[in-house]
RNA sequence: GGUGGCAUAGCUCAGCUGGAUAGAGCACCUGCCUUCUAAGCAGGCGGUCCUAGGUUCGAAUCCUAGUGCCAUCACCA
């Protein structure tokens, strides 16, 4: 039972015993760092039942305490909150009984149900940008969160592989491209299949300006384009199965399928299944059909289908045309419920896309309710916010945006411009060097993005480069790495690291300090999952990492001369330096030996 | 115009279900490497928590109205 229970209901029990009366709740909080204490009991809330003076109360409530509970061993009223000191066996009992625990904080898979996590769900005509980037290490960390707070998880992609901007890039390749591969160009297939989407974007524009100026009116000029018309007839084709286009279309997916597949790993991401659009784009319309019949949907005139959310405070929404064609909200709808039908224990579904698809998935989720699925309850929407640029918005056919493989090599090679200027590593092979610099140049950039709330938009600066030292991937890395310095020099003595330890060990502030902060771990990793949000796990590691370096400053480790005493700091700079790994596999953060 | 999100130090961000004097980092200034890694530690400077009302013993947090920025409201995706 945790400390915070224990004491929940000896407060009561105190107030029961005192006033004779119950108390519906205790509200608690960590002591403030200026005040005497550990944790505080709040109790202005209690007045609403309780009739007094506050501090007066605080004080019966605390003698109460001191008197009855051997872990509280002094207490102080200031105003309304009875500050409890807990003594220092309770935090050394503790810490022994975590110590050796390989997983603490993890909860094992204890749910039957399983949960899908979609994230990246890219489109085949250009390579992936820090946009992707966002969303990719957010759906990564929080299916780990997921995993760890003990859901079955499975993560997937769906891979937008079909429409109008695949055929751009590939007539825009037919016209152009003059036989131009991966193979002979030696370009990224992702990046080759890139330039001819922007290739194509350039003479489509082109086309435009020459009809405008020959006097066609600029909007009909968009919209009858040779060009846009030719790549609108080769999507007819594509639809119809036309062997040359199917063929083209394979070709150049699968040169992007490489790409990605490359810039996914230097991410360190990974999916249990990938869904393809071209697969999933007709599903969805018997469900419409059905639909109709039970009036969720209603049909207008012109033979489209609608639902009606005006109740919910919505509008009416399409989801079938009047051509019988699907729009994407019909094969999401299809998409979802074979995503049950191939994993039936799913019992709910994560959705990691952008806050611009708000609207979108609150349709989605209502409609799905509305079919009467019983996981549609459990379906989340994880929205975050877009990435910009001072600029403004990142756009590919403009050439605005940063490139994923670009920034992860900037971020490398500035984390080996630091780190040659520390020059630390003097021994390290140059393959193990460049792979801690890529270790770092990650970590900094994965904890830049991850410490941000995901629903709150970053402005990304690339004139100014991310940072190395404070609140920051490497800092964290670095205190790791000490660490196991430290760890290294003590296999080397003969200290006996399980030798028993004295249970009236005095503990030092910091010492008491880092065993708070370490027993908040999971508790941290479940107000994580129920939040789906990555940022908890990095500000939490954060403060956690401050804290042992202001210990690490104050207090001698290996220079110990009490055996006890040195032996339990070892034994918590280990721990430390646990906790700090399990958190950043969350965040998709490695952690190195030495840097 | 309707709807949704966001607004906290010069900059980037924390601030859990309302609680004590609103916290970090960067930048700037001052100390600390002959002792376990200075990508560090200790300290200083810096605030109209967008504005105005309201609820409450107590509001950055909740409610109302307004302002600003962003998104969305297509037989686009």
Redesign the pocket.
């Known amino acids: 039972m945790s400390i915070q229970a224990v004491l929940e209901s000896k407060v009561k029990e105190a107030v029961f015993s005192i006033f004779n009366t119950e108390l519906p709740s205790v ?9 005497e ?1 550990d944790i ?1 009991v ?7 039942v309780l009739k007094g003076n ?1 501090v007066q109360i605080g004080n019966q409530i605390g003698e109460y305490l001191v008197n009855e509970l051997a872990e509280v061993t002094s207490f ?1 009223v ?6 409890l000191v807990i003594s220092e066996s309770f935090y050394l009992n503790f810490f022994h009984t975590i110590k050796d625990q390989t997983d603490f904080g993890f909860v094992a898979d204890s749910d039957p149900g399983a949960v899908m996590v979609e994230y990246s769900s890219p ?1 085949t005509n250009k390579p992936l940008h820090l946009g992707h980037i966002r969303n990719n290490l957010l759906g990564y960390s929080v299916s780990e969160i997921l995993k760890a707070a003990g859901k079955k998880v499975y993560k997937t992609q769906i891979i ?1 592989d ?4 695949i055929c751009k890039s590939m007539l825009a390749w037919q016209k152009f491209g003059k036989g131009e591969t991966p193979e002979n160009t030696g370009l990224k297939g992702d990046k080759l299949v890139g330039n001819y989407y922007v290739a194509f974007d350039k003479a489509y524009k082109a086309e435009i300006a020459k009809l405008v100026e020959s006097g066609v009116d600029k909007e009909v000029a968009e919209k009858e384009a040779p060009l846009l018309l030719e790549a609108q007839q080769m999507l007819l084709k594509w639809e119809a199965g036309d062997e040359e286009i199917v063929t083209l279309w394979k070709t150049m997916n699968s040169w992007v399928y490489d790409g990605f597949e490359q810039t996914y790993k230097d991410l360190g991401v990974d999916f249990d299944n990938l869904y393809y ?1 071209s697969n999933t ?1 007709l599903l969805g319309k018997d469900f419409v059909a059905e639909g109709l019949k039970n009036e969720v949907f209603f049909k ?5 289908v609608w639902i009606d959310l005006t109740d919910e ?6 989801v ?4 019988g ?5 019909t094969q999401d709808i299809g998409t979802a419920i074979q995503r049950v039908k191939d994993y039936p224990d799913v019992k709910g579904m994560v959705y990691t896309v ?7 998935f ?1 349709v989605l989720f209502l409609i799905l309710k509305k079919l009467g699925f019983s996981w549609s309850k459990n379906l989340h929407h994880l ?1 975050y ?2 990435v ?1 640029l001072p600029s ?2 990142m756009k590919s056919r403009e050439g605005t945006v940063v490139d994923a493989d670009d920034l992860m090599e900037e971020m490398t090679a500035t ?1 080996a411009k ?2 040659e ?2 020059g ?2 003097e021994d390290y092979s140059d393959s193990e060097k460049h792979g ?2 890529k270790m ?1 140049g990650l970590g ?1 950039l994965k904890y ?1 993005i991850l ?11 690339p004139e ?1 480069s991310v ?6 991937g ?13 760890l ?2 003590a296999s080397t003595t003969n200290v006996n690291l399980s030798m028993a330890l004295d249970h009236a060990l005095e503990l030092h502030p910091k010492e008491k300090e880092l065993i708070k902060q370490i027993q908040i771990f999971p ?1 941290t990793i479940q ?1 994580a999952a129920e ?1 789906f ?1 990555p ?2 796990i990095a ?1 939490y590691t ?2 956690l ?16 001369t009490d055996e006890q005493k040195k032996v339990l ?1 070892i034994q918590l700079s280990k721990k430390v330096s646990e906790v700090i790994e399990s958190a950043f596999k969350l965040l998709g953060i490695e952690v ?4």
């Open positions: 509200e608690f909080q960590p002591t403030r760092k200026d005040f204490g505080t709040v109790v202005f809330p209690m007045l609403r506050p102080n200031i105003k309304g909150f009875l500050n489109n937008n079909r429409g109008i901007h659009e784009y207008k005139d012109d033979g489209s405070g919505l509008d009416e929404k399409i079938l045309r009047s051509d064609t699907a729009v994407y909200m952008g806050n611009e698809q708000d609207y979108h609150k929205s916010g877009m910009d403004g918005k984390a630091i780190s200027e520390l630390k590593l801690l610099y770092i900094a830049y410490k941000v709330d995901p629903k709150k938009r970053i402005l990304f600066n100014e940072d190395f030292q404070g609140n920051t490497p800092f964290i890395q670095y205190t790791y790495a000490r660490i196991q310095s430290i290294r020099k508790d107000l939040n949000s940022a908890l500000n954060y403060d990492v401050k804290e042992f370096n202001s210990f690490y400053q104050q207090v001698s480790i290996l220079g110990e700091r190195p030996e030495r840097m």
